[in-house]
Structures are given as structure tokens and as C-alpha cells.
């Protein structure tokens, strides 16, 4: 059984798909044509030797009735003609009784077992003496007689045979016709598959993901299972090319990124090593210089490695009171930008969220500070918690109708921001942590002036409760 099934194993992995399904449709075409066509065979052999058999009762009948009480022997001996009528014959029980003259028909022992009741009729084929073939009916005569009637089958027989020959043909033509559908089916019904696998060896060779299979046109409703197969592929496709152009898009603009800071350490580290040759205000100036933009590049990095990772790190989770969470970030905003008013307003208190306290503090500390950012010296930046909603508003400049639908995009800066420091990362940082708590990050123009960003707390509570994950974004 291991062998038959290693076998059958090795047989699928060398022959194409599209071979199989075209030898398993053909013979599946082919065994019920060659099935109908011996069907019918049997049904027409069965039906001409019923026929000669129902001739040969009649015939029994009649010599029955016109020879009661016949000594044995031959009572008719047409047979030699294929259209004389049937050659019939007595044959007793006692073979002592048999008569001197030869029998034209065989005689056998159960020839005489029907004779003495002890077999019934039956029919036979034989072959007369001169070669012909007939077909034999033995029956009881009455006073431990039977009787034999022959009729010859020529007929029979050869229109047998011409049924088996017209039949084979109609098999094989059948078959023919099975082989060349099998090989139409799997043509047709692998079409899209053929178009699947030219794609993604398409895509494997040129490692573009823009290539799509050509669906049929129809109804989606109607469509069947391996359009959807080629539906869902390119919708995968799609999905592929929007992640291999974020992904192109990261690198691009993350290199474009680090080349400022990177040539900025290279000159300040190629400053310090000739430090011999600065004052001592200039040494600590380059000192201090480096050290900052030691930090910026880390702060880049840090952020590029979260957002290129695309989901939340799950370390332990816990049930965040926002409130003394908001409390905090504020206080460290107010030590960051001094010159900025940062107006704290708690309406509900008691707001609670599932999820990381370090995240949802960098979240907050993003938004507060681009709100600082682009605040004039003494404009307020306003903060209020509610039940459902955070809402961190500046008076600043505004975000512009263009630039609203790219404000949470990476790197992207609007042309007011692009003399402040950043690195545009901020805002995308706070809306991949927004989304993976389940929240929902907005932005919008305020009336009177300024930039207003919404935080939706679809999950927030006044009571504690069990602590969930933070979904994926």
C-alpha cells in the first residue's frame, strides 16, 4: 500500500496540473461512454436471444400439441435451412429405449434428468452436425419423455456481432471525443491559473508588483471559485505594492533624513579633532553641538525602527488612568517649551484605557509637542479629557486644506514646518500608536484659528475592567 501510494505521489509530482485534470476528465468521459456503450451491448444480445427463446416456446408448444404421445425419436428435421422451421426430437428417460436411428440434436444426461422431472427446462446453444450454430430448448414431454426444438441462431448471432461492432466504434469515438473534452476542460478551467502562475513568475523575475491577472468579465456575484482565486490575488498584489512602496517610500525619505544630521556630526567630530586649534568656547560649543544632534539622530533612528516594525511591541499591558497620565506629559511639555502656556482642562477624571503607559505617553508628548511647535511665544496650548474624546488645540498658523489629508504621513512637513526643528515623524508615530490601542486619530482646522487634534477613545471607561490588548494597526 506504501508503495502504490509513493507511487501515485511521484506520478502527480512529475505530470503538470493541467495534465492530470485533463486524463482524469477524459477518463471519466471515456469509462462512462465505453460503460453505456457494453450496457447496450448486453441489453440487444440479452433482447435477440430472448426473442429466438420465445420462438422456441412456441415452437415446443405446437409439436406438444400436434405429437401427444410420439414414440422417442426425431420428430422434425428442418435445421439444415437457416428459414425452415425448428427440428424437434424425443428422447426418453431409459436410454434402452432409445429408437435405432440416430438423434439429429445432442442428447445429454441432463437431456434425460428433465425427462424424469428431476431438472428443469432449460435453453442451450449447440452446433448441429453440419457446423451450424442453434439454440435448444429441453422441456418435459409427459410419460418420462422430454423434448428437444432447435432453431438455428445465425441471425441471432451475427446481429450480435454487428452490434458489438457498432458499438465498439461508437466506444471509441466516445473515448476520442473524452480525450479531446478533457483536454478542452482543463484548458479552459486552468485559463486563470496559467495567468496566476505567468504573474507571480512575472513578479518573481522582475520583482515588480504592479503586474495583475486579467480577470473575465461578469457579475463579482457570479463569479466562480478560481476567479475568485485570481481576485483575492490581486488583491494581494495590491496590498504587496502599497507595502514594497511604503517601504521604498521609508528608505528614501529616511536617508533623505539622516544626511543633514550625518554630515552636521561629521563636521562638528572632524571640528573636535583638531581640537588644539579652538578656543575653549568654541571646543564646548562643537562639544555641546554634537551632543545634540547625537540625540536627534537617536531620537530618528528610534522612531524610524517603531514605524518601520508597522505594529505595537506587547509588553505587559495594564488598565492607564489618563488623567495623571495627561498630568505628567503636560508637566514634562512645560519643562520642554517654557515660553508656551499649556492649559490642562480634566472633565472626566476617571477615564481609563487598556494598554501600554509608556505608548500612550510618547502619543500625548508627539501631539503636545508639534502643538508648542507652531504656537507663537505666550499662545496657549489647550488640553481637555473627556468620557470619550482627548483634544490638544494651539493658536498657531493652522494647517492648510492641502496639507490636511498628509499631516500624519511620514516625513511629510508642510512648507510653515520645514524651517522648525523635527523630523516629521511625530505625527505618524502618534496615529500607529492610536490606532494600535484601538483609538482614532484626527486632525482639523479650529475655529478662531489654529490646529486642533482629536483623539477618539472608542474604548475608554470610568470603571476599571479587564485589561484587553492593543489591536494591530
Known sequence: ??????????????????????????????LVAVGVCTAAFFVIRYELYHQLDLNLTQSATLAIQQNRGAAPGVLAGECRFLSA?????????????????????????????????????????????????ARMLTQRFGGAKSLQVALRSDGVRKGVGQAAGLLSGVGTAGVLLAAALGYWVSRTGLAPVARLTA?????????????????????????????????????????????????????????????TPLTALRTNAELLARADRLTDAQRDRASAALGRQIREVSVLVNDLIDLARDEEPTPLLEEVRLAPLLAHTVDTARAHWPATPFHLDLADASV?????PARLARLISNLLDNAAKFSPPGAPVEVTLSSGE?????HGPGIAEADLPHVFDRFYRAEQARALPGSGLGLAMARQIARAHGAELTARRAAGGGAEFRLGLPGASGQPRGVRPPARP
Open 1 to 30: 500500500m506504501s508503495a502504490r501510494r509513493r507511487l501515485g505521489a511521484r506520478w502527480r509530482r512529475h505530470r503538470p496540473l493541467r495534465t492530470r485534470l485533463a486524463l482524469a476528465a477524459s477518463a471519466a468521459v471515456a
Open 352 to 356: 481609563t484605557l487598556p494598554g501600554v
Open 199 to 259: 504573474t507571480a513568475e512575472r513578479i518573481a523575475t522582475t520583482r515588480d508588483p504592479s503586474h495583475r491577472i486579467e480577470l473575465p468579465p461578469g457579475p463579482p456575484d457570479k463569479e466562480d471559485e478560481v476567479t475568485r482565486l485570481a481576485a483575492s490575488f490581486n488583491t494581494m498584489l495590491g496590498e504587496l505594492e502599497q507595502s514594497v512602496t511604503a517601504q521604498r517610500r521609508l528608505v528614501a525619505d529616511a536617508s533623505h533624513e539622516l544626511r
Open 85 to 133: 422451421p425448428a427440428c424437434a426430437q424425443v428422447v426418453p428417460a431409459d436410454p434402452a429405449k432409445d429408437p435405432s436411428k440416430p438423434y439429429l440434436l445432442p442428447v445429454s444426461p441432463p437431456v434425460r434428468q428433465v425427462a424424469t422431472d428431476a431438472r428443469n427446462a432449460y435453453y442451450t446453444n449447440i452446433t448441429l452436425p453440419g457446423g451450424e450454430p
Open 390 to 394: 482627548l483634544t490638544v488645540r494651539d
